[in-house]
């Protein structure tokens, strides 16, 4: 079974412009996350979607925003971006939403450098 | 707000020395505990997760970590590691209905061959 799919792995943008991120959650599982991890530090909550709805939403400006799409996968779009915003963004995908005991399954994330 | 502190920024072990990382969360209910690695290189896995019951959880890898509800504790431990533990380690809280997990900032683990 195919895990959680991000693309693409690694890009490379200037500040101003708009990136889109893309993730395809496991087979089955309704819910999809985004995590922001900056290098040396541990992963930070960005948002939330359950069948297609946002249900959390982290700490971070109004120029990040999500998606998801009624085949579950998701896409992360920051715009004007930001020498800060370079990271690791990291797709989880879980079968609930909002739960205790549900596991969150992590892709290999986007390497996102702003230069 | 809820926050997990881990107090090793960096560790350095000679190989099959006993490991123990600490791991501290602020929140007075019901939570589900977690740790994650992520080797050099490759995404973020499970290492172990708590839910309920039996306290001391066994994960992969020979790992294993104790829930101290008192001490709001959740401390990771290996009798002896390997150099293929070369990695990072992230403890984790998930809290009742909450939709997020929320990460420590990690411990930078090095093994000695």
């Known amino acids: 079974d195919a895990g959680v799919t991000q693309s693409p792995t690694h890009l490379i943008k200037t500040r101003g412009q708009q990136v889109t991120l893309r993730c395809s959650p496991i087979?089955?599982?309704?819910?999809v996350s985004w995590y922001q991890q900056v290098l040396g530090q541990g992963p930070q909550f960005i948002f939330q979607?359950?069948?297609?709805?946002?249900?959390g939403r982290g700490n971070f400006p109004d120029r990040f925003s999500a998606r998801q799409f009624p085949n579950y996968s998701s896409e992360l779009n920051v715009n004007a971006l930001l020498l800060g915003d370079s990271a690791l963004y990291l797709c989880?995908?879980?079968?609930?939403?909002?739960?205790?005991?549900?596991?969150?399954?992590f892709g290999q994330g986007t390497r996102l450098t702003v230069v | 707000a809820q926050s997990v502190s881990q107090h090793n920024h960096h560790v350095i072990l000679s190989e099959a020395a006993s490991l123990e990382l600490g791991c501290n969360y602020s929140?007075?209910?019901?939570?589900?505990l977690f740790w994650y690695v992520q080797y050099p290189g490759q995404h973020l896995q499970l290492l172990l997760k708590?839910?309920?019951?039996?306290?001391l959880v066994k994960g992969i890898k020979g790992f294993e970590a104790e829930f101290i509800k008192s001490k709001f504790s959740f401390n990771l431990r290996k009798p002896s590691v390997q150099w293929s533990d070369t990695a990072e380690y992230f403890c984790?809280?998930?809290?009742?209905?909450?939709?997020?997990?929320?990460f420590g900032s990690g411990t930078r683990l090095s093994i000695r061959p």
């Open positions: 929140y007075g209910g019901t939570v589900n």
């Open positions: 708590y839910f309920s019951g039996d306290p």
């Open positions: 984790a809280v998930k809290t009742y209905s909450a939709s997020k997990i929320i």
């Open positions: 989880a995908s879980s079968l609930l939403s909002g739960q205790l005991n549900t596991e969150a399954f």
């Open positions: 979607y359950y069948e297609k709805e946002e249900r």
């Open positions: 087979s089955g599982h309704k819910s």
